[in-house]
């Protein structure tokens, strides 16, 4: 298991991207409604004091948090959590 943000992972943070985009970038993910996604992870992830002006960053994150494992050590499943990202995909992809 790889990590996430922390100084020698692939998926870091930097001044100029977020975890989430390097993951983005590595992987070359060309899925149209991430770019909503992207928006609100960044948002949520250096822009934290900006939230309140997003509310669609805060719904994310809500949802997002809500189906996290929590106080868990070990594998665990995140199964539901890529579900539950699929269908706020498919949800925006609708929308347009």
Not at 42 to 65: M, N, Y
Request: glycine share 8%.
């Amino acid at each position: 298991m790889e990590a996430l943000d922390t100084p020698d992972a692939r998926y870091r943070r930097s001044a100029r991207e977020t975890a989430t985009e390097a993951v983005v970038r590595i992987h070359r993910v060309a899925q149209p409604c991430l770019g909503p996604i992207v928006e609100w992870v960044r948002v949520i992830e250096i822009g934290k004091w900006s939230k309140a002006a997003v509310p669609q960053a805060e719904a994310f994150e809500a949802g997002l948090v809500a189906r996290l494992p929590q106080g868990q050590s070990g594998p665990v499943d995140v199964g539901p959590v890529f579900e539950w990202l699929d269908r706020q995909c498919s949800a925006l992809q609708g929308a347009e």
